[in-house]
Nanobody, 123 residues
């Protein structure tokens, strides 16, 4: 079992920044990790993913150049640095752990999920 807990969400003005953290506990932190988000009335969507070593990262086009995913395996923590935030980034953000090697952009590929943290960007 893996327990994931997100933190760092909040209210920020457009153009501002937030850094989300996802702390993992339980099973060895050797999983691929991802961030997803879900806005009210919308499907959960992929935001970013990182391989277990940190050597590969992936982003949805809408956040490329603004968001950066990283991890510190010594701290069992994954981060999502979000810069130049826009009102359309408003959503609940979830981190997730995936032990498979494929399907980084698909929520069904992930084995464990955190409860989520709210990010609200005001215009």
């Amino acid at each position: 079992q893996v327990q994931l807990v997100e933190s760092g969400g909040g209210l920020v003005q457009a153009g501002g920044s937030l850094r989300l953290s996802c702390a993992a506990s339980g099973r060895t932190f050797s999983s691929n990790m991802g961030w997803f988000r879900q806005a009210p009335g919308k499907e959960r969507e992929f935001v970013a993913a990182i391989s277990w070593s940190g050597g590969r990262t992936y982003y949805v086009d809408s956040v490329k150049g603004r968001f950066t995913i990283s991890r510190d395996n010594a701290k069992n923590t994954v981060y999502l640095q979000m810069n130049s935030l826009k009102p359309e980034d408003t959503a609940v953000y979830y981190c997730a752990a995936r032990y498979g090697s494929s399907g980084y952009a698909h929520s069904t590929s992930y084995d464990y999920w955190g409860p989520g943290t709210q990010v609200t960007v005001s215009s």
